[in-house]
């Protein structure tokens, strides 16, 4: 007698890929709204930003060739090519429109200032460090189990709320604060937990 192998959860019983795909676009997002604004918008990107698009690159490999040519295998049942679409499609058409109508501002907006650079190790670790947990925690005995996939599912949300914040942030209330407005610590969190759960997912 043949034996059915054992379903496979994923994260909220959600298709494999679908939380990743939700944190790419949105990372895409972010990037996307801040390199477009216009020129009288004074705001800086991000650093946090340069280590979440480096997921993304892990995002579209990750998901090339993976699982079966079923719906119920792909993000949201959505065929896996049109995420990667938005992400890489995305950020070449803003990155073309900027370049091509304000090179300057372009240029400008993804220079990081000597300020912002000083970020930079510390955003570093909490890449390398999330991802490389994130990928150990995939070893565990507990990978398989309901209230360990939900729990990183729900991490990953608090994140995507967090980008939203930044996002605000960046946009409506840091240029109108002398002193600037610190969000380093915010940023270190959310580039250590999504990376955390790329390394756990991919």
């Given at each position: 007698?043949?034996i059915?192998?054992?379903?496979?959860?994923?994260?909220?019983n959600?298709?494999?890929?679908?939380i990743?795909?939700?944190?790419?676009?949105m990372?895409?997002?972010?990037?996307?709204?801040?390199l477009?604004?216009?020129?009288d918008?004074?705001?800086?990107?991000p650093?946090?930003?340069y280590?979440?698009?480096?997921?993304?690159?892990?995002?579209?490999?990750?998901?090339?060739?993976?699982?079966?040519?079923?719906?119920?295998t792909q993000?949201?049942?959505?065929?896996?090519?049109?995420?990667?679409l938005?992400?890489?499609?995305?950020?070449?058409?803003?990155?073309s429109?900027?370049f091509?109508?304000?090179?300057?501002?372009?240029?400008q907006?993804?220079?990081p200032?000597?300020?912002?650079?000083?970020?930079?190790?510390?955003?570093?670790?909490?890449?390398f460090?999330?991802?490389?947990?994130?990928?150990?925690?995939?070893?565990?005995?507990?990978k398989?189990t309901?209230?360990?996939?939900?729990?990183?599912a729900?991490?990953?949300?608090?994140?995507m709320?967090g980008l939203?914040?930044?996002?605000?942030?960046?946009?409506?209330?840091?240029?109108?604060?002398?002193?600037?407005?610190?969000?380093?610590?915010?940023?270190s969190?959310?580039t250590?937990?999504?990376?955390?759960?790329f390394?756990a997912?991919?």
């Amino acid at each position: 007698m043949q034996i059915e192998p054992a379903e496979v959860r994923h994260p909220l019983n959600l298709p494999p890929g679908s939380i990743r795909a939700i944190l790419a676009v949105m990372i895409t997002g972010l990037f996307i709204v801040l390199l477009v604004l216009p020129a009288d918008r004074v705001v800086e990107l991000p650093l946090f930003l340069y280590p979440l698009l480096s997921l993304l690159l892990v995002f579209t490999v990750t998901h090339s060739g993976r699982g079966d040519a079923t719906t119920d295998t792909q993000p949201f049942g959505m065929p896996r090519w049109i995420f990667r679409l938005i992400v890489l499609g995305g950020i070449a058409i803003a990155v073309s429109y900027q370049f091509i109508n304000h090179r300057d501002l372009l240029i400008q907006r993804l220079t990081p200032t000597t300020t912002q650079l000083s970020e930079w190790p510390v955003l570093l670790g909490a890449l390398f460090g999330g991802f490389i947990i994130g990928r150990l925690l995939r070893y565990g005995p507990w990978k398989s189990t309901a209230m360990y996939q939900d729990m990183l599912a729900w991490l990953a949300l608090l994140c995507m709320i967090g980008l939203a914040v930044e996002t605000l942030a960046v946009i409506f209330i840091r240029p109108t604060i002398p002193e600037g407005l610190n969000l380093r610590h915010l940023e270190s969190f959310l580039t250590a937990a999504v990376a955390l759960y790329f390394g756990a997912r991919s």
